[in-house]
C-alpha cells in the first residue's frame, strides 16, 4: 500500500466528499466535540474554502482511500512581519493513527507554509489529546511562550 499526500481541489467532487468525510469523522471524535457536523456546514465547506486566498488542504491518500486531512489557514506574525500558518485542523482516522500519516500531513503542511513565506506554523491541541501532543513534539512543535517567566500562552475563544 502507497501513502500519498495531495492538495486538495476544492472543485473536484472526489476531493470534496473526501474532505468532508474526512472532517465529520474528526468533530465526531470525541478530540473534535464528539458531534457530527452540521449538514449546512457540510454542504457549504468546501465552497467556502475554495473561496478564501488564506486556505489550503491536504489529504492523505493510502491507495485510493482517504485517511488523513490537514486544513491550514494563513495568518499574520506582527511581531515578525511574516505570514505564518495555522492547522486549523488535522485528522487521521482511528486506523491509521501510530502509522506515520499525521507526520506526513504535517510535513505537507511544512512544506506549503515554506513555500508562502511563512515565518512559523501554529496549532492548537487537547492537553489530553496525549497521542497528537507526542507527535507534534516529535515534528518540532513547541509549547508557545514568549518568556519562560510569563508562562505558556493558553488558547481561547468567544462564539460570536
Known sequence: MS???????????IHRTALVMLLDAYAQDPMGGGEALAQ?????????????????????WLDDAPVGLVNC????????????????????????RGAGVGQALLAAAEQHAQARGCCKLTLEVLTGNTRALKSYLG?????????????????????L
Open 40 to 60: 449546512d456546514v457540510k454542504a457549504r465547506l468546501c465552497d467556502d474554502l475554495a473561496a478564501r486566498s488564506d486556505a489550503a488542504s491536504f489529504i492523505a
Open 3 to 13: 501513502l500519498h499526500i495531495l492538495p486538495v481541489d476544492y472543485q473536484n467532487p
Open 73 to 96: 489557514i494563513e495568518g499574520y506574525s506582527t511581531f515578525k512581519a511574516q505570514p505564518l500558518m495555522n492547522i486549523h485542523d488535522i485528522a487521521v482516522l482511528p486506523g491509521h
Open 139 to 159: 515534528f518540532g512543535f513547541e509549547p508557545y511562550a514568549l518568556d519562560p517567566a510569563a508562562g505558556q500562552a493558553s488558547f481561547m475563544q468567544k462564539w
